[in-house]
């Protein structure tokens, strides 16, 4: 779920990002409502921080539940091997199977948290290079203009 937030959210700044650019003339004018894109700017960042919320007690939900369970696996495992793992087959297998499930899950959430945070911050610097540039050409063409 927490991929699919983030990939909504992801998208919408991508296509704000894209018609932006569009309103960016060749010598770095700017031709479009710049209000709207302000508001447009604001309401995907209130989702982003309302996103945020939710999502960080999602992933610590989840962070602790899998460590926790694999803490209890890996616990019982090695100090209760007589009733565990050492009473049959199955039972090891199932041990097993379980301990990769949670190793899994952990990776998954943190391998996502890996992700989601190196894409924010080359968007980051990606946006903030693109307003530098777009800041000096404005501000090159107000010097322009002054008398």
Known sequence: MNCLVMT?????FNALYKEFTKCIGDRGEF???FELF???HQAISRSVQEAD???MISNVACFGC???SIILVVYSTIFFPDETVAQDTEGAVFYVIWLGFNVFGLMLAAGLAIVVNHTVSIILLHRLLFVTVC????GSQVSH???
Do not use: A, K, M, W
Request: hydrophobic share 40%; proline share 4%; charged share 25%.
């Open 8 to 12: 909504f959210l992801y998208d919408q």
């Open 31 to 33: 031709s479009g409502n």
């Open 38 to 40: 302000r508001r447009r």
């Open 53 to 55: 919320r939710f999502l």
């Open 66 to 68: 899998q460590i926790v």
């Open 135 to 138: 800041i000096e050409g404005i």
């Open 145 to 147: 203009n002054l008398p």
